[in-house]
């Protein structure tokens, strides 16, 4: 069993510590890393939203639309707000007819600084497209359209379409859901508690399903090969997420999720990672993943070095004072 803790230090004195959870497991479900709470239940939020997105892919709505890699990344996307995002969710909501208030995700400004700063010094206003989850609604409500659902209530547990999703997750869990684990995401879409062994094999079949040795295999290649071309769409250009897709040319697929949550899979090497911080911090996730992919050797010593340059682990002030820095211990 391994313990990981990442510190953060100021001067010489620890001053905030963060705890680590992880499973690491290879495709057969052999298991390479355990902090011991595999049995233990977690929400894994936005992480998912590949699972979620399986019953758009399978509506041909993709096709019926004319929707491009970049509205299927989307798909799976917790976007920054960005232009390059606002830009293709616009052509998106256009070509399925639909309005911004069709979505029932709710506002909140853009998550890159620069992109909202830009839109309050124009005067504009915030709209449904600049939610993070924008892109998870419109492929809800464009799979809806192709299969003559109410769009109204498309949010509701019992709507068809949130039915199909949990037959996603079943069957990618190998293990049925309860709604006693049923609970709202911050964009009001259901959201499900699961324990890390049940995620963490939902992603060895999600390996096994891009390899053609699972369902779905056709939906799940889609959704990852967009998402692989087009990586700065799921996140945005900071996004961790994004930098670590980008360095490994395409060799890892991975999604971040509020409350410092992240999963990921080596599709070449066939590991995939279940990793959460215990308090929600997500400011851990960078320095316990790097030191995860080492330990592990799930990339390059170049591909390694090159992401960790992204990554500040040097602690300064507004006037760009070193004042500490951040580690992490792994017994």
């Known amino acids: 069993m391994a313990k990981i803790h990442v510190d953060f230090i100021r001067g010489k004195k620890v001053e905030s510590t963060h ?60 976007h920054k707000g960005e232009k390059i995002h606002i830009r293709e969710l ?31 010094y124009s005067r504009k206003k915030f709209n449904e497209l ?12 464009t799979s809806c359209l192709m ?21 996603v997750f079943n069957k990618f869990t190998e ?37 053609d040795g699972y369902d779905y295999s056709e939906e799940v290649k889609t959704l990852i090969n967009s998402v692989l071309e087009n990586p700065e769409y799921i996140g945005g250009t900071e996004s961790f ?7 490994s040319k395409g060799k890892i697929f991975c999604k971040s999720g509020a409350e410092g949550v992240f999963l990921f899979i080596d599709i070449q090497k066939e590991i995939s990672g279940v990793v959460k911080i215990t308090d929600g911090n997500e400011r851990a996730i960078p320095i316990s993943i790097l030191n995860i992919f080492k330990k592990l050797k799930v990339m390059s010593r170049v591909e390694l070095k090159n ?12 006037a760009g004072r070193n004042i500490g820095r951040i580690i992490l211990t792994m017994k």
């Open 90 to 120: 616009q052509k998106w909501i256009s070509k399925i007819n639909l309005k911004t208030k069709n979505l029932q995700c709710g506002i909140h400004g853009p998550l890159d600084k620069k992109a909202s700063e830009k839109i309050i």
């Open 307 to 318: 992401l960790e340059k992204k990554e500040r682990f040097v602690l300064q002030n507004h």
């Open 175 to 211: 293990a049925k859901l309860s709604k006693k684990n049923f609970s709202l995401d911050g964009c009001s879409a259901p959201q499900y508690s699961f324990k890390f062994k049940s995620i963490s094999k939902a992603l060895n079949n999600l390996i096994k399903s891009y390899k």
């Open 19 to 78: 705890q680590v959870k992880a499973l690491v497991t290879n495709v057969n479900g052999k298991i390479l890393l355990s902090t011991n709470n595999d049995k233990e239940f977690f929400f894994p939020r936005s992480s998912i939203k590949i699972f979620q997105a399986i019953p758009f892919v399978m509506s041909n709505a993709i096709k019926n639309y004319k929707l491009n890699n970049k509205h299927v990344a989307l798909a799976c996307a917790s």
């Open 130 to 141: 600049h939610n993070n989850c924008a892109g998870k609604h419109l492929a809800m409500l």
């Open 241 to 247: 997420d994004t930098k670590v897709m980008k360095a």
């Open 147 to 167: 299969n003559n659902q109410n769009i109204n209530n498309y949010l509701d547990y019992n709507h068809t379409h949130q039915k199909n999703i949990r037959k």
